[in-house]
């Protein structure tokens, strides 16, 4: 199967998504069997044709549920036949229910795939282990300026069970403060995501321009939590969505942030973070300061 018909599939089913579509639609407008055009297809998206109908269909309800449509509208307009069936596929998918999604204000844009030749190959030959780090070697670059600039005395990297990664400073935090508004804007600046797919994963070119942002956006849950001027406020996300309203509570504890993280697996599989590459990265970034940065394993 050439490219262009690959092309020419990922059209049609972009063209025909709102309804019911079958292996044997696409097969026919290809002009190839169904067995050809499944095998075909799978090897060349890294992705099975029905996973790739359901994840689109998921993709553009996503869209549609940001332009005030209810729920049972954008089930019924995307071919599910009820609404509870429609919220258990969207928070399979996605980890979080429609509702939720509803009550964000979230910038997102169904994204083009690109096809890449050997996509398994090109998806295996990026180096996955040093791209899931450099998420946690950006955030430590955040902690490590405020140290260095005089902001911050300490910094905690905690690698935990079940691949999450911490890190605690006691540096100035974000510029939160009482105004519920301001705060979501600065939030939603500095984190604010969505879900990624293994295949916009593959579609990233440069991982070097990593912001964070996509950080969020490739964790499969990411904690934030910012003490400042005698507040704590926290905020939980799931595949880069804010899960509830900012929470903002009196406490006593002193200035500083805490950021936990966990890699989404459909994408990072069962790699574990190393305490070895955070410390090298930490030596060659902040030579000064390696009596201050502690790293530790509670695995």
């Not at 599989?269 to 410390?279: A, F, P, R, Y």
């Amino acid at each position: 199967m050439k490219e262009f018909e690959i092309k020419k599939a990922l059209a049609f089913i972009d063209e025909h998504i709102q309804d019911k579509l079958f292996l044997n639609d696409i097969a026919k407008e290809l002009g190839y069997s169904p067995f050809y055009v499944s095998r075909m297809f799978s090897e060349i998206m890294g992705i099975s044709i029905v996973s790739y109908i359901r994840m689109r269909k998921l993709q553009f309800a996503f869209s549609s549920l940001q332009k005030s449509k209810t729920v049972l509208d954008v089930a019924y307009q995307y071919g599910f036949e009820s609404h509870e069936g429609f919220s258990r596929s969207f928070k399979r998918f996605y980890g979080f229910s429609p509702k939720v999604l509803k009550e964000q204000k979230i910038s997102y844009t169904v994204p083009d795939y690109r096809i890449i030749h050997e996509r398994n190959h090109a998806l295996m030959n990026k180096n996955l282990v040093e791209e899931m780090h450099m998420m946690a070697f950006l955030l430590l670059k955040e902690s490590l300026k405020e140290m260095q600039e005089g902001h911050c005395s300490r910094i905690n990297v905690s690698l935990l069970p079940n691949h999450y990664l911490e890190i605690t400073d006691d540096g100035r935090g974000i510029p939160l403060t009482d105004e519920t508004q301001k705060n979501n804007e600065i939030l939603n600046r500095i984190f604010g995501g969505h879900p990624m797919s293994s295949l916009d994963y593959a579609n990233i070119e440069d991982f070097n321009n990593l912001e964070l942002n996509m950080i969020n956006s490739l964790c499969t849950n990411m904690s934030i939590c910012v003490w400042r001027n005698d507040k704590c406020y926290s905020q939980d996300y799931i595949n880069g969505i804010a899960q509830h309203e900012l929470l903002i509570k009196d406490t006593v504890h002193p200035s500083g942030m805490n950021v936990t993280l966990k890699p989404n697996p459909n994408i990072f599989g069962d790699i574990s973070w190393s305490k070895n590459m955070i410390e090298e990265f930490i030596k060659k970034n902040a030579a000064d300061y390696t009596e201050s940065v502690c790293v530790e394993e509670l695995i």
